[in-house]
């Protein structure tokens, strides 16, 4: 085989592994990667049931409640516009309270509960979820403010 | 005094690299020997500058020294010794200081070890390791500089992330830091031949060496990395596909890629401007790494500052190196003559096909990678994770596994489909026999990844080892064994990277002290919980017995709380059995006097840090056996030469 030809093949190969790559990451991508809703954009925009989403808002007060087998828990996220309810089971991060934020990833049940297969909460204040910046919430009025 | 002195190396450093740019430049478009001959000393003296740099902040944290800003905002005085030395560079300032040292050092060791090189190209090589440094050098002193003082001091520090408080911190980071930047003499490397147009054969072998050992340590700091992981956040698994981790992974898949087309350049002289343009991309992928995990642009353990200023700082200098690069590449890739060819079956396409896979997977983690911060520009907040990773890089990965079996067993330069084939018959028939087992044993009730992830894995390791079939063994040379070592590596961590996936048990109970949980043949007592105090945290602990039929041996998983920077953190209780490991996370108390426990059995998990760790021993074995080829005929040339005389 001449030495152009194999070059050829070569560059074809390098092409078609290009191109094949790009076609697999766009539709990996298309699947796989999880948006993030705030509980305003689940309402408006709506989210099909088990689809991966990730899920951020504050949790309300005295909405947190746990079951009776110990390891799973209740609770309801806000953004202050909209309240969405959720539930995980497994060791909540530390700092994972009533009235403070939180970013949990999982998909919606058909009955419209978050289910939660991972929850990541502000872990103090040099690292909190990115989603979380500028969220607060304040004490009084039980009101979530937003600035971005 | 210290803080100032260590500033003052720094810009002495900084100055004798601009110098060593000068004298390589001049001197060699000149084609002033005087001037060339400078060049290596002064590489020298600023390698030795930055060390004794990085040696003063390294003092300055031992003696606690509050009055330097950096020593505050990640120091305590009540730390133990060892978190107060590696805290050096557990904080940006310090970790930048810790990559100009070792650009600065591995600049030295080219200037006085490398002599297999031509000199133009050894000179220009220096000069562009001189250029890399200079781009870092003005980061460090004009937006990171870690000998700012703060007045007036305050009585004490703010304490070290308690995450990183953990040996791992001792090892991990330099040890990655030295294979990043160890790529950058490789990019140098590619700099200077492009710039002399010397790139064939000699200068491949010349640059094989350190491309091998930036490889062995950053396999090392990656499996290291995986396992502290996996110990010390507490969640069971070994790889998150967090942006950091793939920032360290990107580099290392290039380097696999060039690791492999450097030897064909060396044995063959074949794929000349491939190698050089991969060489390029190797760095590159390390600058990129670094550009993630220091701009602040992602949130996670690694990321200690959010600037916006160092953020385009380190884009600059990425846009300036690796454009840089890229159009010398362009400019002079007409000049880099074709290499010798080979046929469609040969070792060399079996190469090939390794780089385009190895391309392929960097690719496809690249994109993932960027993604969310493309979108983010948009407007949308999207996150990519495992889901995305394991279907892609996945199959792939398996493909490059199974083109590891042929490649050595297919000849140089022309070989026969035929024998091919049937050297490629007992492996196949061992993967068919453990696909044939499964199958039988456990259809269905495993995933189809790490199904195939077994039966491939064996198909490896008994293909690895292949190469060795009727040969005189003691008469093998040592980096044939380093390659069948490293290959029957990556056997081994697949296995157990299929094996955990496959086969591990997952149990979540609260539980009462007093109980008892069975799980995956596993009998754990939960006998109390106690408070128990540290040299800087307070802990609960629980005290278990696990035992499996024999004696009963004593688990204490903890959640320790930190006081400055207040933090609580989980440590895992571990018992390494030869099939496995147990797994056991103390959670929170779940109501009155039941405590919630998480309990993995995982069978073979442990097999996939031997195998990094086999991997990176057939890479030393490969350096050691080449270069000690290289002085016995260097040594046999000297008796010879000596014995005429």
């Known amino acids: 085989?001449?030495?152009?030809?194999?070059?050829?093949?070569?560059?074809?190969?390098?092409?078609?592994?290009?191109v094949g790559a790009a076609l697999l990451a766009m539709s990996a991508l298309k699947d796989e990667a999880a948006y993030f809703y705030a509980p305003n954009d689940v309402r408006t925009k709506g989210v099909e049931p088990g689809k991966a989403i990730?899920?951020?808002?504050?949790?309300?007060?005295?909405?947190?409640?746990?079951?009776?087998?110990?390891?799973?828990?209740?609770?309801?996220?806000?953004?202050?516009?909209?309240?969405?309810?959720a539930s995980f089971r497994g060791i909540a991060p530390d700092l994972f309270r009533e009235g403070s934020g939180v970013v949990a990833e999982g998909a919606f049940d058909a009955g419209g509960t978050f289910q939660a297969t991972n929850l990541l909460a502000k872990h103090d204040e040099r690292y909190m979820p990115r989603e979380l910046k500028g969220m607060s919430y304040d004490e009084k009025t039980h009101k979530m403010k937003v600035d971005r | 005094m210290i803080a100032e002195a260590g500033l003052a190396a720094l810009w002495l450093a900084a100055s004798l690299a601009l110098l060593q740019l000068l004298l390589a430049a001049f001197g060699l478009a000149g084609g002033k020997s005087e001037l060339l001959g400078a060049v290596r000393p002064v590489a020298v003296a600023q390698g030795l500058l930055t060390a004794i740099a990085f040696a003063l902040l390294i003092t300055l944290f031992l003696q606690s020294d509050m009055s330097v800003l950096l020593v505050v905002t990640n120091s305590h005085s009540m730390k133990p010794w060892l978190y107060k030395f590696a805290g050096t560079w557990g904080n940006h300032e310090g970790s930048m200081l810790l990559w100009v040292t070792v650009m600065g050092v591995a600049g030295s060791a080219v200037a006085l070890f490398e002599r297999a090189l031509r000199r133009e190209t050894h000179m220009a090589t220096l000069g562009g390791q001189a250029a890399i440094s200079l781009g870092f050098y003005a980061f460090l002193l004009f937006a990171s500089?870690?000998?700012?003082?703060?007045?007036?001091?305050?009585?004490?520090?703010?304490?070290?992330?308690?995450?990183?408080?953990?040996?791992?911190?001792?090892?991990?980071?330099?040890?990655?830091?030295?294979?990043?930047?160890?790529?950058?003499?490789?990019?140098?490397?590619?700099?200077?031949?492009?710039?002399?147009?010397?790139?064939?054969?000699?200068?491949?072998?010349?640059?094989?060496?350190?491309?091998?050992?930036?490889?062995?340590?950053?396999?090392?700091?990656?499996?290291?990395?995986?396992?502290?992981?996996?110990?010390?956040?507490?969640?069971?698994?070994?790889?998150?596909?967090?942006?950091?981790?793939?920032?360290?992974?990107?580099?290392?898949?290039?380097?696999?890629?060039?690791l492999h087309s450097v030897t064909v350049l060396a044995t063959r002289d074949a794929l000349r401007a491939w190698t050089v343009m991969l060489a390029v991309v190797a760095f590159s992928m390390s600058m990129v790494g670094t550009f993630l995990v220091r701009s602040g642009i992602l949130t996670s353990v690694h990321a200690f500052a959010v600037d916006p200023e160092r953020g385009t700082f380190i884009l600059a200098l990425l846009g300036i190196y690796i454009g840089?690069?890229?159009?010398?590449?362009g400019w002079r890739v007409g000049a880099v003559r074709e290499g010798a060819p080979f046929e469609l079956v040969s070792r060399e396409t079996m190469l090939v096909v390794n780089n385009l896979l190895l391309s392929v997977i960097l690719g496809l983690v690249l994109i993932g990678t960027l993604y969310?911060?493309?979108?983010?520009?948009?407007?949308?907040?999207?996150?990519?994770?495992?889901?995305?990773?394991?279907?892609?890089?996945?199959?792939?990965?398996?493909?490059?596994?199974?083109?590891?079996?042929l490649g050595p067993l297919t000849r140089w330069r022309r070989d026969r489909m035929r024998e091919v084939t049937r050297r490629m018959a007992i492996p196949l028939a061992m993967g068919g026999l453990v696909f044939v087992l499964l199958a039988v044993l456990a259809w269905g009730r495993i995933g189809v990844l790490p199904f195939l992830g077994l039966v491939i894995a064996l198909a490896v390791a008994v293909g690895s080892v292949a190469p060795l079939w009727k040969r005189n063994l003691r008469r093998t040379p040592l980096f044939?064994?380093?390659?069948?070592?490293?290959?029957?590596?990556?056997?081994?961590?697949?296995?157990?990277?299929?094996?955990?996936?496959?086969?591990?048990?997952?149990?979540?109970?609260?539980?009462?002290?007093?109980?008892?949980?069975?799980?995956?043949?596993?009998?754990?007592?939960?006998?109390?919980?106690?408070?128990?105090?540290?040299?800087?945290?307070?802990?609960?602990?629980?005290?278990?017995?696990?035992?499996?039929?024999?004696?009963?041996?004593?688990?204490?998983?903890?959640?320790?709380?930190?006081?400055?920077?207040?933090?609580?953190?989980?440590?895992?209780?571990?018992?390494?059995?030869?099939?496995?490991?147990?797994?056991?996370?103390?959670?929170?108390?779940a109501d009155a006097g039941r405590w919630q426990l998480r309990i993995w059995w995982k069978p073979f998990v442990t097999l996939i840090w031997f195998g990094g760790f086999l991997i990176a021993l057939g890479g030393a074995m490969a350096l050691v056996g080449r270069e000690r080829r290289g002085w016995l005929l260097k040594w046999r040339a000297r008796m010879a030469m000596e014995a005429v005389a």
């Not at chain 2, 990655?176 to 590619?190: K, P």
């Not at chain 2, 840089?324 to 590449?329: H, M, R």
């Open chain 1, 1 to 18: 085989m001449k030495a152009k030809h194999q070059r050829l093949i070569l560059a074809l190969a390098a092409l078609v592994a290009l």
């Open chain 2, 324 to 329: 840089g690069a890229l159009a010398l590449f």
């Open chain 2, 480 to 589: 044939t064994w380093g390659m069948v070592i490293a290959h029957l590596g990556c056997a081994v961590s697949l296995a157990g990277m299929a094996c955990d996936s496959a086969f591990t048990v997952e149990k979540l109970v609260a539980a009462r002290p007093g109980d008892t949980v069975e799980t995956a043949g596993w009998t754990i007592r939960f006998k109390q919980i106690l408070p128990i105090a540290g040299d800087n945290w307070t802990a609960l602990q629980a005290d278990m017995e696990a035992s499996r039929g024999g004696e009963p041996v004593l688990l204490h998983p903890q959640s320790r709380f930190f006081a400055s920077p207040p933090t609580t953190t989980t440590e895992a209780a571990l018992l390494t059995r030869w099939n496995g490991q147990l797994y056991v996370v103390l959670g929170q108390e």
């Open chain 2, 145 to 258: 500089n870690p000998f700012a003082r703060i007045d007036p001091p305050p009585a004490d520090g703010q304490g070290l992330n308690p995450l990183l408080q953990d040996p791992g911190l001792a090892f991990h980071p330099p040890t990655l830091y030295l294979g990043y930047v160890g790529l950058s003499v490789a990019f140098s490397f590619a700099v200077g031949a492009l710039l002399t147009r010397q790139v064939d054969a000699a200068f491949a072998r010349a640059m094989r060496p350190w491309v091998l050992g930036a490889w062995i340590l950053l396999t090392l700091g990656i499996t290291a990395g995986s396992y502290w992981a996996y110990y010390e956040l507490g969640w069971g698994g070994w790889w998150f596909w967090d942006p950091v981790e793939n920032a360290s992974l990107m580099p290392w898949l290039a380097a696999t890629a060039l």
């Open chain 2, 372 to 405: 969310p911060l493309m979108t983010e520009a948009f407007g949308h907040k999207v996150s990519v994770g495992a889901p995305y990773f394991d279907r892609i890089a996945g199959p792939i990965a398996l493909t490059l596994m199974v083109a590891m079996i």
């Open chain 1, 54 to 85: 990730r899920l951020g808002g504050m949790v309300v007060k005295g909405s947190l409640k746990r079951a009776g087998d110990g390891v799973t828990i209740h609770f309801d996220v806000t953004d202050g516009k909209a309240t969405v309810p």
